[in-house]
């Protein structure tokens, strides 16, 4: 099992930029792939983005050109830079890692980003 500990959610302002990381510990040789999803009120959780060991990246069309998701395998942290931030990206973001992107089991606690308008 691979434990996930996410941080960086906050509030800010229509524009602004954001950074999330994600600490993987346990199992992470395990974690081929490590993830973003989000859940906004009242919504279904959403694929955001993904990075495989390999490099090979991962977006959703609705963050595409605005997001960036990196991995450090070496400190076994996963990021997404957020920039040019929108209302609807407003969300509780969890980091996830599995084997593949439709496998990922392993799931973090969640941080909140709220985009202010």
């Known amino acids: 099992q691979v434990q996930l500990v996410e941080s960086g959610g906050g509030l800010v302002q229509v524009g602004d930029s954001l950074r999330l990381s994600c600490a993987a510990s346990?199992?992470?040789?395990?974690?081929?792939?490590m993830g973003w999803l989000r859940q906004a009120p009242g919504k279904e959780r959403e694929f955001v983005a993904a990075?495989?060991?390999?490099?090979?990246?991962y977006y959703a069309d609705s963050v595409k050109g605005r997001f960036t998701i990196s991995r450090d395998t070496a400190k076994n942290t996963a990021y997404l830079q957020m920039n040019s931030l929108k209302p609807e990206d407003t969300a509780v973001y969890y980091c996830?890692?599995?084997?593949?992107?439709?496998?990922?089991?392993?799931w973090g606690q969640g941080t909140q980003v709220t985009v202010s308008s």
């Open positions: 996830a890692a599995g084997s593949s992107i439709s496998t990922m089991g392993s």
């Open positions: 346990g199992r992470t040789f395990s974690a081929y792939v």
């Open positions: 990075m495989y060991r390999s490099g090979a990246t």
